[in-house]
């Protein structure tokens, strides 16, 4: 239950409306009754949320840090995400009643009854939030939490007072920047405040969590497969919570993810929830996945210190290669998959799911067998568990025949003699596709565009879709390698004896169901593209149309803007 005092404070800062004078990165401090020291946030000069945050000690400044230093660039959607999630503070926020639990918003029309409090307008109802890292957003748990965010809005009060009659500058606050090393801190003497003023916490290099312990049992198992490929592979936060049992605030997982870079082929790790306090759990789950599917990498590609860090003693035990690289083209496309499975509603993960067996019936006996290892291993346990719809178990009962493996009771898939046929290769003349065009994680457009289309209107209606000028070169990579000579498109006049887009239409390019492949646009800045071919109609389409649009576009000439705004002030 909140106390009395907490909405008390609530009601009054929100009377001074600080935020129109203060921003976010406007920070000052209050020195807590046991010495502690807690960093105040103001929040609503973006006109969003409005609240006030305090980041108690190094570790909430350290978040708030991190958050803002993730605000000055434009990250991949998991990566800002991870930023979010660190967050460490207390913090007291205005909403709409809706937002509000039934439980909170009796508690707020109780206090204003009693008070002769009138809620009214927007984002008029106080709510109280404790933030933990990777946790999902809670009720404030102790007396000390209530206490401790009674002192930051008693600060914030005090500051909108002294702003009444001075500027900010003159009471030493200012924007956050690298430069800055202290802030204004508010002390209690007595009934009153005096202002001195505090260093913030030094950044220091991130220490990540890394396996001690490992289970020789699999690794030893591991150790028999024979190595191959070359796997990408990073640490990503899931953006949906799991709820323990018992009264525990939900915690954001884990996985590691792994993704074969010839096949695409992304390797089954379970979620891990307490990865920060136990990166064996992790560990475990990764081995459990490689004995699952029969596979042990060859060579793996990480892209962070956080992921090196947890994979290099259990490549130094299996003597596989490990490095560290930025541009990992199967890990991107993986993550352009997930963030699009987890944006689905459960509408569409069913679509999915019956596309999926559709493709899985419209396969002949060549492409069927020419699935990723690991893959047939899933697809093995899923007919020995009888998973499948009839009409599938039968095709695969015709292509495959199923022996007794020596070191297991499941049944295991055994590629046939019989139906080697050719691939199929679809050219409707009539009809469209369906195509996902993803700049980034979390900002794509579905196209609907004809068959009879060439790809220079492919690469036109993605300009429209994502509001780009055509004052460039482009070009498609069918084989979805990015400068790849294989099976390449470029606009006309690039070079002499190159396919042109204008000349090659979608039906001859190779498209069908499931096909991937990049676009490039502009070889300066080299806009990419991934492109994924999510269905064929009949449809006919005289235009192409943006059937389903997510995330906001980055601007073409962001850094031009920037520059032509200095040169001309």
């Known amino acids: 239950m909140i106390c009395d005092k907490l909405f008390e404070l609530a009601f009054a800062y929100r009377k001074t409306k600080l935020w129109e004078f203060l921003s976010d990165t406007d920070l000052f401090a209050v020195k807590l009754t046991d010495g502690r020291i807690g960093f105040v946030s103001i929040m609503g000069a973006a006109g969003e949320l409005c609240a006030v945050g305090l ?24 990566e800002m995400q991870e930023h979010v999630l660190r967050q460490s503070c207390l913090q007291c926020a205005f909403e709409n009643k809706d937002a509000l639990s039934e439980e909170e918003r009796e508690e707020v029309k109780k206090f204003a009854r009693t008070h002769g409090i009138k809620i009214a307008g927007k984002n008029a109802y106080p709510q109280f939030v404790k933030y933990q890292p990777y946790r999902f957003p809670w009720h404030l748990q102790t007396q ?3 206490e401790d965010l009674c002192e930051g809005l008693m600060a914030a009060l005090e500051i909108a007072r002294l702003l009444k009659e001075l500027p900010a500058s003159a009471l030493g606050i200012e924007r956050m920047s690298d430069e800055i090393r202290e802030v204004p801190m508010l002390v209690r003497q007595e009934d009153s405040y005096v202002l001195e003023k ?22 030893a198992k591991i150790k028999k497969i024979p190595k191959s490929g070359v796997w990408e592979c990073e640490i990503l936060r899931l953006p949906e919570p799991v709820k323990e049992p018992g009264d525990v605030v939900p915690y954001f ?26 990166p064996e759990e992790l560990l475990n789950l990764f081995m459990e996945a490689l004995l699952m599917v029969s596979v042990c990498p060859a060579e793996m590609k990480v892209r962070d210190k956080r992921s090196y860090a947890f994979v290099k003693g259990f490549c130094e035990r299996l003597k596989i290669s490990v490095s560290l690289k930025e541009d990992l083209p199967a890990l991107d496309n993986a993550e352009y998959y997930i963030m699009d499975r987890l944006d689905n509603d459960e509408e569409d993960k069913l679509d999915d799911m ?16 020419e699935l990723p290892a690991g893959m047939l291993k899933q697809l093995e346990l899923l007919v020995g568990q009888g998973a499948f719809p009839n009409d599938i178990e039968k095709k695969f009962k015709r292509l495959f025949r199923l022996e007794g493996a020596e070191d297991t009771n499941m049944p295991r898939l055994v590629k046939s003699d019989k139906g080697k046929t050719k691939t199929k290769v679809k050219a409707a003349a009539d009809g ?28 036109a209606a993605i300009l429209d879709a994502f509001e780009f000028d055509d004052d460039h070169a482009h070009a498609f990579f069918m084989d979805n390698k990015k400068w790849s000579d294989w099976d390449s498109y470029y606009a006309e006049n690039v070079e002499e004896g190159l396919r042109t887009t204008t000349r090659h239409k979608l039906n001859r390019a190779g498209l069908c169901k499931g096909k991937q ?16 071919v999510l269905k064929e109609t009949d449809e006919k389409m005289d235009n192409p149309v943006i059937v389903k649009r997510k995330g906001e576009a980055p601007s073409q000439y962001a850094g031009w803007e920037d520059e032509w705004e200095e040169d001309n002030e």
């Open 55 to 78: 980041y108690i000690g190094e570790e909430g400044f350290n978040s708030y840090r991190a958050i803002a230093k993730a605000g000055q660039f434009f990250l991949p959607t998991f």
């Open 144 to 146: 000390e939490e209530q």
């Open 198 to 219: 505090t260093g913030i916490p030094e950044e220091k290099e991130e220490i990540w969590p890394a396996p001690e312990a490992f289970n020789d049992i699999n690794i």
């Open 253 to 278: 997982p884990v996985i590691f993810l792994a993704v074969d870079n010839s096949t695409d082929y992304i390797l089954p790790v379970s979620p891990a929830l307490h990865y920060e306090q136990k």
């Open 354 to 369: 019956a596309a999926m067996l559709d493709e899985l019936l419209e396969m002949d006996a060549r492409q069927l067998q």
């Open 432 to 459: 469209s596709y369906v195509i996902s065009v993803s700049l980034y994680a979390g900002c794509y457009r579905h196209i609907q565009i004809s068959t009879a289309a060439t790809l220079f209107d492919l690469h």
């Open 517 to 532: 492949f990049k676009y490039i646009f502009d070889f300066g800045d080299e806009w990419t593209f991934q492109c994924k």
